[in-house]
């Protein structure tokens, strides 16, 4: 039975073994390289082997009510896979590769009662069977351990590399990578700690702290940034008073901008801002104390980080006005809702908004762009900042 199966499967590209008393699958069937569906459910298969990733055009297998407890990260290899169903299998967790399967569609865990706590929680984000919500989890997962090993291998290679011979160093070398990493939760910091990780990290791995190497990055980013945000301002400086500003001068006033203007948010709205904070004329800006009470109008950067104070609290309050605006008016526009549940939808909504008066024209046309059902708004608020942008462009 199962060898004619195996001929008619060579020519079909499918292969049903299901409810054979199958242990293992078969070895013959990694010859079927043409194989697009493989079914071995209702089984007694343990593992799903190395060799599966000598069907290179399989799209489907099906796994479920075998008591299977792995599959192997070389299932990865068949980037086709569409449908992978392990339902009621006794599967505890799922290899990090499979989060490479960029086609796979349907993975179905229904079941599998003792699968891993966090590979539950990342189903629970998506319909039952969707694979969307598990292989974002295990995607995740596996670039961390691909950026680890990158980490540890250039520390191996380089900083480290007279003191791998010593079992004690060699270990303090892997433990002092993961504990790092677990200081650092964005991938992309941690591939700029990876370029630099000759200077930030000691000489002496066993006496290495995670925490002061997460701080010196840190520190080290935040003064790279501040020497951009500098360049950014002396060429906004240069255009905003062209050719009446001496270029000599223009470095001496970003510093002094600067040791007043200290964070990199207010540094980047500094720049932002530069016709509404600084004066029209160069002449009037310097460095030296001003005395305010005797009237002068020369403006320093004491002066101008207070007007950049007050024109964030300025622009938050106006933007705070607007939001409130626009719940005024949806709970008219939905009577019969609670107040509660009306501020969360608010809340919802604008945030997707970033400009106060976009905010202030939402309110005015509530009810052009707020369904009139509240479960359809609270559904899919972007439905209506997509409505609003849509009336707003048509209006250009």
């Known amino acids: 039975m199962l060898k004619s199966r195996l001929e008619q499967a060579s020519r079909s590209g499918v292969l049903h073994l299901s409810n054979l008393g199958l242990e293992e699958i078969p070895k013959d069937v990694f010859a079927l390289t043409n194989l697009v569906r493989l079914d071995v459910g209702w089984n007694q298969i343990l593992r799903v082997p190395d060799e599966i990733a000598q069907l290179p055009k399989l799209e489907e297998l099906w796994l479920n ?23 009621n299998t006794d599967l505890l967790t799922l290899p990090r590769e499979l989060g490479r399967l960029n086609e796979l569609l349907v993975l179905d ?16 984000t998506s319909p039952p069977g969707d694979a969307k919500g598990i292989l974002e989890y295990l995607w995740r997962k596996d670039q961390r351990r691909q950026l680890k ?12 590399r007279e003191l791998i011979d010593n079992p004690a160093d060699s270990e ?4 002092l990578v993961k504990n790092t990493l677990a200081e650092f939760t964005d991938d992309k910091d941690v591939k700029d700690l990876i370029r630099n990780a000759d200077r930030l990290f000691p000489p002496n791995p066993q006496r290495a702290s995670a925490s002061r190497i997460k701080t010196t990055f840190f520190q080290l980013k935040d003064e790279n940034e501040k020497k951009k945000l500098a360049a950014d301002l002396e060429l ?13 001068a223009v470095e001496g006033m970003v510093k002094g901008l600067f040791s007043e203007v200290t964070t990199l948010g207010d540094m980047q709205f500094l720049i932002a801002k530069v016709p509404k904070l600084l004066p029209e004329k160069s002449e009037d800006f310097t460095l030296a104390h001003i005395d305010l009470s005797r009237g002068e109008n020369k403006v320093n950067p004491k002066v101008v980080h ?16 607007a939001i409130e605006a626009v719940f005024i008016k949806l709970q008219v526009h939905y009577s019969d809702v609670e107040p509660k549940q009306v501020r969360e939808l608010t809340n919802k909504v604008t945030a997707l908004f970033k400009i106060s008066g976009d905010l202030k024209r939402l309110a005015e046309d509530c009810s052009m762009h707020f369904p009139v059902e509240f479960e359809a708004a609270d559904v899919d608020p972007k439905a209506i900042k997509a409505s609003f942008l849509k009336s707003k462009k048509s209006m250009v």
């Open 172 to 175: 303090a070398v892997t433990t």
């Open 306 to 321: 207070q007007r950049l104070v007050d024109l964030k609290k300025s622009i938050e309050e106006e933007r705070l006005g």
């Open 149 to 160: 090993n990158e980490l540890e291998e250039k520390l191996r290679m380089g900083k480290y």
């Open 65 to 87: 009510n075998n008591p299977v407890v792995e599959i192997s990260a070389s299932l990865a290899s068949c980037s086709r896979l569409k449908v992978l169903d392990c339902r």
């Open 236 to 248: 906004r400086l240069r255009q905003f008073y062209y050719d009446s500003i001496d270029p000599q």
């Open 109 to 124: 865990l229904r079941g599998c009662d003792g699968m891993k706590s966090k590979i539950v929680d990342a189903d629970s």
